[in-house]
Nanobody, 123 residues
Framework: QVQLVESGGGLVQAGGSLRLSCATS????????MGWFRQAPGKEREFVAAISGSGGTIYYSDSLKSRFTISRDSAKNTVYLQMNNLKPEDTAVYSCAADPSSIKLRAGKAGSWGQGTQVTVSS
């Protein structure tokens, strides 16, 4: 029963920034690749970014890597997604995921998912 608790979503104007947080247990944090997906209404779920348990390997969506940054804080067992220069098309539910396999996680097949947090970007 892996718990992933997301926070940080909200409403921002285009060009603004948000930082999402995903808190989990020490065991999950240290042994799993963790990442973020998003899903807009009527759209397929989209991979955003992921980071390995050690923090040594990072994966980004090619379309988002110039604006989004993923990081880990071992003191808080928390993964962050810093989102800058937000655009209306970034509006979506953002979900945190965790899995021992980075391949499965990036394919959208992670074993654990958070509840999701809404990000809305106004034009």
């Amino acid at each position: 029963q892996v718990q992933l608790v997301e926070s940080g979503g909200g409403l921002v104007q285009a060009g603004g920034s948000l930082r999402l947080s995903c808190a989990t247990s020490k065991r999950t944090f240290s042994t799993s690749t963790m990442g973020w997906f998003r899903q807009a209404p009527g759209k397929e779920r989209e991979f955003v970014a992921a980071i390995s348990g050690s923090g040594g390997t990072i994966y980004y969506s090619d379309s988002l890597k110039s604006r989004f940054t993923i990081s880990r804080d071992s003191a808080k067992n928390t993964v962050y997604l810093q989102m800058n220069n937000l655009k209306p098309e970034d509006t979506a539910v953002y979900s945190c995921a965790a899995d021992p396999s980075s391949i499965k996680l990036r394919a959208g097949k992670a074993g654990s998912w958070g509840q999701g947090t809404q990000v809305t970007v106004s034009s």
